[in-house]
């Protein structure tokens, strides 16, 4: 099992940058693939990017070279920093992991946090 917090969420404004955190528990967290999700309202949850066991990353093409994501073994931690903010990226945030080498489909990752919301105001 793993446990995923996901934390740093909050209202900025268009241009502005947050920084989210995803603290796991549960398993050795430098061997899974973690991924970042976000879900708009009336909208179906989308992929934004994962980090591999390795460090490699991918992103979804709304996201590259605006959002970034990271991971501190050390703290059992993801990060994904946000830039350059959009409304157009309002949603509710999710960490996931799964234990695989790669996936953008949210079907794959068999364990998620609760969410958290990023509001972008114009």
């Known amino acids: 099992q793993v446990q995923l917090v996901e934390s740093g969420g909050g209202l900025v404004q268009a241009g502005g940058s947050l920084r989210l955190s995803c603290a796991t528990s549960g398993r050795t967290f430098s061997n899974l693939l973690m991924g970042w999700f976000r879900q708009a309202p009336g909208k179906e949850r989308e992929f934004v990017g994962a980090n591999t066991r390795f460090g490699n990353t991918g992103y979804a093409d709304s996201v590259k070279g605006r959002f970034a994501i990271s991971r501190d073994n050390a703290k059992n931690t993801l990060y994904l920093q946000m830039n350059s903010l959009k409304p157009e990226d309002t949603a509710v945030y999710y960490c996931?992991?799964?234990?695989?080498?790669?996936?953008?489909?949210?079907?794959?990752?068999?364990?998620w946090g609760q969410g958290t919301q990023v509001t972008v105001s114009s």
């Open positions: 996931a992991a799964a234990a695989r080498a790669w996936s953008s489909r949210q079907d794959d990752y068999a364990y």
